[in-house]
């Protein structure tokens, strides 16, 4: 019995120099967006396609693991002339390091994403999944502070149905964006 506690305190109770903090390795961030769609709107047996540009902002919360994986969690909020989209995305990225300043990265990403009509007579809004892959790079300005650039491409199919207009539907098949984030670690 002395023996099996003695090797529970050795496991259980001693510290681990080696095991990472929770907060170790993490970084907050804000991103300008510049995102574009796809817009389909169909009703009363006819159908029109365009696209249209907006921007906005994201919040980052990353996690580093190895210097080599990077989970990430991103809010984001796009404004357009006649609506808003709001993202709640989570990705995971694998790094490869160009030189001690400067990595690449690409990888894959999930979340939905909110449409709402800005319009006053056009109260109506949607909810969608959103998926992806994207790709960049961070430029590494010391310890604490990075830059990062890249790119999203983000197929979704987001159906709003504009209830001024019966039979109306609004398609937004992608939200591909590009954007510069600056990033601090702690």
Do not use: C, H, W
Not at 2 to 25: R, W
Not at 43 to 53: E, N
């Amino acid at each position: 019995m002395k023996k099996i506690i003695s090797i529970f305190f050795m496991v259980f109770v001693s510290a681990n120099v080696s095991a990472e903090n929770l907060f170790d390795n993490s970084i907050v961030g804000i991103a300008f967006i510049n995102q574009d769609v796809d817009i389909k709107v169909s009703g009363a047996g006819s159908s029109v396609t365009g696209s249209d540009s907006g921007s906005g902002l994201g919040l980052y919360l990353d996690k580093y693991y190895k210097k080599k994986y990077r989970l990430n969690g991103t809010l984001s909020y796009i404004s357009y002339d006649d609506f808003d989209i709001i993202q709640f995305m989570t990705s995971a990225d694998y790094l490869i390091p160009f030189n001690p300043q400067l990595s690449f990265f690409s990888g894959v990403a999930i979340g939905g994403a909110l449409q709402k009509y800005s319009d006053a007579s056009i109260g109506d809004a949607a909810l969608g999944v959103v998926y992806g892959v994207q790709a960049g790079g961070i430029v590494f300005i010391n310890d604490s502070l990075m830059l990062e650039l890249g790119y999203r491409m983000r197929p979704t199919n987001i159906e709003t149905d504009i209830s001024t207009l019966p039979g109306t539907v609004t398609t937004i098949d992608d939200l591909s964006e590009t954007y510069i984030s600056l990033l601090l670690m702690f």
